[in-house]
């Protein structure tokens, strides 16, 4: 796999997990591996297959655009993309980019987002070899079953790959919860958790100099959703079964001095939700969501002299939603996407500026209409590498973004606000990379600070009772962050080599709305102020150990830091052995991992218990 040109130049400057460490961490999905990176936090809503969404330097996932292989995964309804669903067995590099990008390979929508997720796949590239194939299964606690199957031809100038991926756990573990001066303890039930995915990539070069992609894939999961452990009764069956098709295709032509990319996306998902219990006059709920999204647009970078690029691009997107809950009507959403840019580099110094245009309307069936309008700046200087053995860089960067209302804030039964402005952020930020290198050792240092403000903030205050909410526009928070992270590697001789992974992230993310109310100065929900990680492993020739730390200070589940509303802090052990063996002169790796090894009980989500001591075994298989 040979990863663009413009992402191999980024692989130092933005964090990165590569897929030696994938392997290693042996994640069960995006969600999972991105908590190894400093500044993001994942709300997560249990174990496998649970609701995992993101929070990159305190900003909400709204603000965070999700690009696979060179697509956005858009998802107007909830506007936030489901990290739990996304497999991380077929990731060649994972980037969270909060600075400066110019990369033809991003949608220009995602240009106006507070920061982005950029994944590539092995399936969704060129590669010199002529056949590739990659595999691997796992088998664990909880009934955990997992295969992945990709194989991949090359014909000359042309590229086929299809894939298939099963996943399957039932998902009953045991916890303790700790209420007050109670102890909780019980088994987690109607949590089974079934996914099947499958895909087929084709791309070519039709010219010297243009490649065309193309790229279809369908994924289906059925899965038991358990409450909150202080509601929770077996007689709780509520399902929910999802299914999307994707469809992609994208033309790149590289001209003397222009590159230029086309590309567009088509999506259709159906999620279907059940609730047997339900106390109202039918005694259950039988609830259909349908979404459709159209994404078309062409995006460039040309260089006008050896020291100055322009890049720009223009978008469309579509989406729409019906259900067949009342109330919520057929919403539907127009969106135009604007960018224009520079790059300057002059002595020592990279200038890199740009501006994006949003222009949105909304229609409903009831009769609702509303065009929105925005331009967000952003502008980033940057020093090349100074003192030239010990590879320092200074980065300094402004981007203001915002984040539209979704559908459901907009529209849904009891909650929706026809009328809320988009929630907007203005994003301060300095940081210094170091990046020394020795034959033996090599190092990369990263530090942050950054300050960052969310106008317009969009929350859910309850009206005429707890169970009756309403989406406003009322909050205002101030965040003040930083975060350190270090990541070396040192190989003593030809046998013995280890590698250590460190990281720290400081965030003070406070309301500042209203000086009267009593959660002024108070951290923001589910934002801890300390979050911490470490890995180390050492190998000798083809075996190895590895141990990962992770960890969160306390939590708020509300606004108001108070006593009852903590959420106590964790940290997680996780130990793993590995290795290789060669079979008929094919290489095999495997693994065995005991995953929060002293047994921790905790929830990130206040009352969604996560899984205590389990263990996975792992093996995978690659051919070139």
């Given at each position: 796999?040979?990863?663009s040109d413009?992402?191999?130049?980024?692989?130092?400057?933005?964090?990165?997990i590569?897929?030696a460490?994938?392997?290693?961490?042996?994640?069960?999905?995006?969600?999972q591996?991105l908590?190894?990176m400093?500044g993001?936090?994942?709300?997560?809503y249990?174990?496998?297959g649970?609701?995992?969404?993101i929070s990159?330097r305190s900003?909400?996932?709204?603000h965070?655009?999700?690009?696979v292989?060179?697509?956005?995964?858009l998802n107007?309804?909830?506007?936030?993309?489901?990290?739990?669903?996304i497999q991380a067995?077929?990731i060649?590099?994972?980037?969270?980019?909060?600075?400066a990008?110019k990369?033809?390979h991003?949608p220009?929508s995602a240009?106006a987002?507070g920061?982005?997720?950029?994944i590539e796949t092995f399936?969704n590239s060129?590669?010199?070899?002529?056949?590739?194939l990659?595999?691997s299964t796992?088998v664990?606690?909880?009934g955990?079953?997992d295969?992945?199957?990709s194989?991949?031809?090359?014909?000359r100038k042309?590229?086929?790959?299809?894939?298939g991926?099963y996943?399957y756990?039932?998902?009953?573990y045991?916890f303790?919860?700790?209420n007050?001066q109670?102890?909780?303890?019980g088994?987690r039930?109607?949590?089974r958790?079934?996914e099947?995915?499958?895909g087929?990539?084709?791309?070519?070069?039709l010219?010297?100099?243009g490649t065309?992609?193309?790229?279809f894939?369908?994924?289906?999961?059925?899965?038991?959703?358990p409450?909150?452990?202080?509601?929770?009764s077996?007689?709780?069956?509520?399902?929910?079964?999802i299914q999307?098709?994707?469809?992609?295709?994208a033309?790149?032509?590289q001209?003397?001095k222009l590159?230029?990319r086309?590309?567009?996306?088509?999506?259709?998902g159906?999620?279907l939700?059940?609730?047997?219990n339900?106390?109202?006059?039918a005694?259950?709920?039988?609830?259909?969501?349908?979404?459709?999204n159209?994404q078309?647009g062409?995006?460039?970078n040309?260089r006008?002299?050896e020291?100055?690029?322009i890049?720009?691009?223009?978008?469309q997107?579509?989406?729409s939603?019906e259900?067949?809950?009342?109330?919520?009507?057929k919403?539907v959403r127009?969106a135009?996407?604007?960018l224009l840019?520079?790059?300057?580099?002059?002595?020592?110094?990279?200038?890199?500026?740009?501006l994006t245009?949003q222009l949105?309307?909304d229609?409903n069936?009831?009769?609702?209409q509303?065009?929105r309008?925005?331009l967000n700046?952003?502008i980033?200087?940057?020093?090349?590498e100074?003192f030239?053995?010990k590879?320092?860089?200074?980065?300094?960067?402004y981007?203001?973004?915002l984040?539209?209302?979704s559908f459901?804030?907009l529209?849904?039964?009891s909650i929706?606000?026809n009328?809320?402005?988009p929630?907007q952020?203005?994003?301060?930020?300095f940081?210094m990379l170091l990046a020394?290198?020795t034959?033996?050792?090599?190092?990369?240092?990263?530090?942050?600070?950054y300050?960052n403000?969310?106008?317009?903030?969009?929350v859910?205050i309850?009206?005429k009772?707890l169970f009756i909410?309403?989406?406003?526009?009322?909050?205002k928070?101030?965040?003040?962050?930083?975060?350190a992270?270090?990541d070396?590697?040192?190989?003593?001789n030809e046998?013995?080599?280890?590698?250590t992974?460190l990281?720290?992230?400081?965030?003070?993310a406070?309301?500042?709305?209203d000086?009267?109310s009593p959660t002024?100065g108070?951290q923001?929900?589910?934002?801890?102020?300390h979050?911490?990680?470490?890995?180390?492993?050492?190998?000798r020739?083809?075996?190895?150990f590895?141990?990962?730390?992770y960890g969160?200070?306390?939590?708020?589940?509300?606004n108001?830091?108070?006593?009852a509303?903590?959420v106590?802090?964790?940290?997680?052990h996780?130990?793993a052995?590995f290795g290789?063996f060669t079979?008929?002169?094919?290489?095999?790796?495997?693994?065995?991992?005991c995953?929060?090894?002293?047994?921790?009980s905790y929830a990130i989500v206040?009352?969604?218990v996560m899984?205590?001591?389990?263990?996975?075994?792992?093996?995978n298989?690659?051919?070139?």
């Amino acid at each position: 796999m040979r990863v663009s040109d413009s992402s191999r130049r980024n692989l130092d400057r933005v964090l990165t997990i590569r897929r030696a460490q994938i392997l290693e961490l042996q994640p069960e999905d995006v969600g999972q591996l991105l908590q190894k990176m400093a500044g993001i936090q994942i709300k997560s809503y249990g174990g496998l297959g649970g609701l995992k969404t993101i929070s990159i330097r305190s900003l909400g996932g709204q603000h965070t655009s999700c690009v696979v292989d060179g697509f956005s995964i858009l998802n107007s309804q909830t506007g936030q993309v489901n990290l739990g669903a996304i497999q991380a067995e077929n990731i060649e590099t994972i980037q969270a980019i909060t600075g400066a990008q110019k990369n033809v390979h991003i949608p220009v929508s995602a240009h106006a987002s507070g920061s982005i997720l950029l994944i590539e796949t092995f399936e969704n590239s060129f590669s010199p070899e002529k056949h590739q194939l990659r595999f691997s299964t796992k088998v664990g606690s909880f009934g955990q079953y997992d295969t992945y199957l990709s194989y991949k031809f090359r014909l000359r100038k042309l590229y086929l790959s299809v894939f298939g991926k099963y996943r399957y756990a039932y998902g009953t573990y045991a916890f303790s919860l700790q209420n007050g001066q109670n102890s909780y303890t019980g088994k987690r039930a109607n949590n089974r958790y079934e996914e099947a995915s499958t895909g087929i990539s084709l791309g070519g070069k039709l010219t010297k100099n243009g490649t065309f992609t193309f790229q279809f894939r369908s994924e289906t999961s059925d899965q038991e959703l358990p409450g909150a452990v202080i509601l929770y009764s077996n007689n709780s069956f509520q399902t929910l079964k999802i299914q999307t098709h994707r469809a992609q295709t994208a033309y790149l032509h590289q001209f003397k001095k222009l590159m230029l990319r086309f590309y567009a996306a088509g999506n259709f998902g159906e999620m279907l939700y059940h609730d047997p219990n339900y106390f109202n006059s039918a005694g259950e709920i039988h609830a259909s969501y349908t979404t459709k999204n159209l994404q078309i647009g062409t995006n460039g970078n040309y260089r006008l002299t050896e020291n100055l690029d322009i890049f720009g691009g223009t978008e469309q997107q579509i989406s729409s939603l019906e259900t067949t809950v009342s109330g919520i009507g057929k919403p539907v959403r127009f969106a135009h996407f604007s960018l224009l840019g520079f790059s300057y580099s002059f002595a020592k110094f990279q200038l890199t500026s740009q501006l994006t245009s949003q222009l949105v309307q909304d229609q409903n069936s009831f009769g609702f209409q509303k065009n929105r309008a925005a331009l967000n700046p952003f502008i980033q200087l940057e020093t090349n590498e100074l003192f030239r053995k010990k590879r320092l860089k200074l980065i300094a960067f402004y981007r203001n973004s915002l984040r539209m209302p979704s559908f459901n804030e907009l529209y849904y039964s009891s909650i929706g606000n026809n009328f809320l402005r988009p929630e907007q952020a203005n994003q301060f930020s300095f940081g210094m990379l170091l990046a020394p290198k020795t034959k033996k050792f090599a190092l990369l240092a990263r530090s942050n600070v950054y300050y960052n403000q969310v106008a317009d903030k969009i929350v859910a205050i309850p009206t005429k009772n707890l169970f009756i909410w309403s989406m406003q526009n009322i909050g205002k928070v101030a965040i003040f962050g930083a975060e350190a992270s270090l990541d070396a590697n040192y190989s003593f001789n030809e046998k013995w080599s280890c590698a250590t992974l460190l990281n720290y992230t400081l965030q003070l993310a406070q309301d500042i709305t209203d000086r009267e109310s009593p959660t002024y100065g108070d951290q923001i929900a589910y934002i801890p102020q300390h979050a911490y990680n470490a890995d180390f492993s050492v190998k000798r020739k083809k075996i190895g150990f590895r141990w990962s730390m992770y960890g969160n200070s306390l939590r708020y589940s509300l606004n108001e830091n108070t006593l009852a509303n903590q959420v106590a802090g964790f940290t997680l052990h996780d130990l793993a052995i590995f290795g290789s063996f060669t079979l008929k002169n094919q290489a095999f790796r495997w693994q065995f991992s005991c995953k929060n090894a002293f047994n921790s009980s905790y929830a990130i989500v206040r009352y969604y218990v996560m899984p205590g001591r389990n263990y996975l075994i792992s093996l995978n298989y690659a051919l070139n």
